[in-house]
């Protein structure tokens, strides 16, 4: 896939307000796809996952929609807080074997 | 419950040397993965593992790089020798086939090569 390197897309948020954080996947063969949270230092911490079953799926403040007709996902984060600054990746795969990783979008939260 | 564990957390080392990375997956987990990070990019699967059987080692570089994990739970990954661009993140990670096979990963291991 595409990488951007060092410059990765950034989303910047008011405290309290609604992030969208787009990602465009690759293989319409795909029937799993997973958002991780990335802080600096740390691994991909897992937020929410989707079948291609599914269109939609809603977890703890986050919701993840599933487009396939145009390889599209999206992860919602309702009331965005200080805490949730960090890189997102969304990533692709077969029944959750090798995962493709997206090239992340940082998430920077205003106070 | 214990995530994945990982040592060492950071390593310097000069070209040429050897270096091992250590992983101890979640306790039940069959499957583990080494993936390898550069900055500012996403994970990159190196080998999975489905037990103790290396079931898809396509984009690991063999010339130089070797993993095992013997009896089924915890995996070494061995660089020998290292260059200056293997300098990056290796991250562990593992699922449970049964379960759903979400995978969690480590903190990883931040690789540097002099």
């Known amino acids: 896939g595409e990488s951007v390197g060092l410059h990765l897309p950034t989303l910047s948020v008011q405290e309290g307000d609604n992030s969208i954080i787009n990602c465009a996947y690759s293989?319409?063969?795909?029937?799993?796809f997973i958002w991780y949270k990335q802080e600096s230092g740390k691994g991909p911490q897992f937020i929410i996952d989707?079948?291609?079953?599914?269109d939609k799926r809603q977890g703890q403040r986050v919701t993840v929609l599933l487009n396939k007709t145009v390889k599209h996902l999206s992860l919602q984060i309702a009331a965005t807080q200080p805490g949730d600054s960090a890189v997102y990746f969304c990533?692709?795969?077969?029944?959750?074997?090798?995962?493709?990783f997206g090239a992340g979008t940082i998430l920077r939260v205003k106070s | 419950e214990a995530g994945v564990v990982q040592s060492p957390r950071y390593k310097i080392i000069e070209k040429k040397q050897p270096v091992a990375f250590w992983c101890n997956p979640i306790?039940?987990?069959?499957?583990l993965y080494w993936y390898l990070q550069n900055l500012g990019q996403g994970p990159e699967l190196l080998i999975r593992?489905?037990?103790?059987?290396?079931?898809?080692d396509s984009q690991l570089p063999k010339d130089r790089f070797s993993a095992e994990r013997l009896k089924g739970v915890d995996s070494t990954l061995k660089i020998q020798p290292a260059e200056l661009g293997d300098s990056a993140v290796y991250l562990c990670?593992?699922?449970?086939?049964?379960?759903?096979?979400?995978?969690?990963f480590g903190p990883g291991t931040r690789l540097t090569v002099l």
């Open positions: 990670a593992s699922s449970d086939y049964l379960a759903g096979n979400t995978q969690y």
């Open positions: 293989n319409s063969a795909s029937d799993y």
């Open positions: 989707i079948r291609s079953n599914m």
């Open positions: 990533a692709e795969s077969i029944y959750g074997n090798k995962l493709v």
């Open positions: 306790s039940g987990h069959n499957t």
């Open positions: 593992y489905e037990n103790e059987e290396a079931v898809d």
